[in-house]
């Protein structure tokens, strides 16, 4: 007889449940460091393989991409409008994270926490936008091979995958290179996906237990507020542009999206979710060539959630240190927000290096940081799940507007 298999997003709900259970039990009865010694290491193995594929994921899965349109034409076609639409709702996500943010701090539900004493953060060396884009340009491939900067790996797969196009007939075998590394590369990433089950539930038992209701009393609200933002972000801005575009009903969007939203939740990490992506992606109707090359490009570039949890966490921030935020410093978080979420790798914890490049922008301690730094996980796993459903809903959109004007372009040639 055929054994049921549990589906592997139901593994990972039921490892978040039972990680969720053994924390509180460890916690409540003093065994916290059993967590720390015995469980976290079973998880940081995990996040150390994720790590390790993320790279090798973007880089070839890009290049493959590219060539795979056969046109650069389409590859700019295409790039134009995933970055257009990545740049109109992370901005509009900084907006609805300032109006929940202004919301609950009027209304006085942001409770004043003092730092630790003695707790340290590392200090961004600059939040200059002309550096940012001088470092987006690597000077040595490998260099950024190894440090994981995964603006300057996209740089390095866009330049390539135009290269293979450009050299035509001659570039045929560095095709079938990329093509068949690509799905080696894919065939690894889904035995380490595999083991996620396991590395979620070390690692939400050994938060709970090590954070315990303390911290999550203390910080419940801030909470609530960035998922109200997730949440609103998500049934309006995506839904509608899913309707309005693709000409999809909502309810079905989230039905084929729910899998890679889930896993996304629970790996907090967007580049690690992209072979759940592009199943997703694939079930909703977009093309294959189009989601290999928009999906990677928004686990890097198309940080909605980062940008609601930013400005959220800004303002709060601030609140905590006394300073009252006028309408034209919320208009420069909007804008530097927007453009450090578009700087922030899609690797787990990444969106706390971009929030201290936003509060250094602000002239805010960025010692406060560690306010919220123990909780970082729980705000990461809304924030990457509404990532990614953005990464599906660009895709699904790009996907309708090619085919339309590639519909158009017939109807003009007959």
């Not at 600059?126 to 491939?141: E, K, Q, R, V």
């Not at 969007?253 to 907090?268: L, R, W």
Request: some cysteine; overall charge negative; charged content about 10%.
């Amino acid at each position: 007889m055929n054994k049921r298999r549990i589906s592997l997003p139901v593994q990972i709900l039921m490892a978040l449940i039972l990680g969720i259970a053994v924390g509180l039990v460890c916690f409540f009865t003093g065994m916290a460091d059993f967590t720390t010694s015995y469980l976290k290491p079973f998880g940081t193995i995990f996040v150390n393989l994720l790590k390790f594929i993320v790279v090798p994921v973007v880089l070839l899965s890009m290049i493959d991409g590219i060539v795979s349109m056969d046109d650069m034409k389409k590859v700019g076609s295409v790039g134009v409008k995933t970055m257009a639409y990545f740049l109109v709702t992370t901005a509009v996500a900084c907006v609805i994270g300032l109006i929940f943010a202004n919301i609950f701090n009027s209304a006085g539900l942001f409770p004043t926490l003092s730092l630790e004493e003695g707790a340290v953060w590392d200090k961004p060396t600059t939040a200059n936008f002309m550096d940012t884009l001088i470092g987006i340009f690597p000077s040595n491939m490998w260099d950024a091979f190894v440090r994981a900067d995964m603006l300057q790996v996209i740089v390095i797969a866009l330049f390539l995958g135009g290269a293979i196009l450009a050299a035509g007939e001659k570039g045929h075998l560095c095709r079938d290179m990329v093509s068949s590394a690509n799905e080696v590369i894919n065939r690894l990433m889904e035995f380490i996906i595999s083991l996620s089950p396991i590395g979620v539930f070390t690692m939400m038992a050994w938060v709970v237990a090590t954070q315990g209701a303390e911290i999550l009393g203390h910080l419940a609200l801030v909470l609530l507020c960035a998922y109200l933002g997730y949440a609103v972000h998500a049934l309006l801005v995506y839904s509608l542009s899913a309707r309005a575009f693709a000409g999809m009903n909502p309810i079905r969007f989230f039905q084929g999206a729910s899998a890679a939203m889930i896993f996304a939740f629970t790996s907090t990490s967007s580049a690690a979710t992209l072979p759940v992506s592009k199943e997703c992606a694939a079930e909703l109707g977009a093309d294959d060539d189009i989601a290999s090359f928009v999906l990677p490009l928004g686990a890097t570039v198309n940080m909605d959630g980062t940008a609601i949890y930013q400005c959220v966490a800004t303002v709060f921030l601030a609140t905590c240190a006394g300073v009252h935020l006028s309408m034209g410093q919320m208009a420069t978080i909007v804008v530097t927000a927007t453009l450090a979420s578009i700087g922030t790798a899609g690797v787990s914890g990444a969106g706390m290096i971009m929030l201290a490049m936003v509060l250094t922008a602000m002239g805010i301690d960025v010692n406060l940081i560690m306010i919220i730094y123990g909780v970082d996980r729980l705000f990461d796993m809304g924030r990457t799940c509404l990532n990614v459903t953005g990464d599906i809903a660009c895709s699904v959109c790009v996907t309708k507007w090619e085919r339309d004007k590639a519909e158009k372009s017939a109807g003009a040639a007959k």
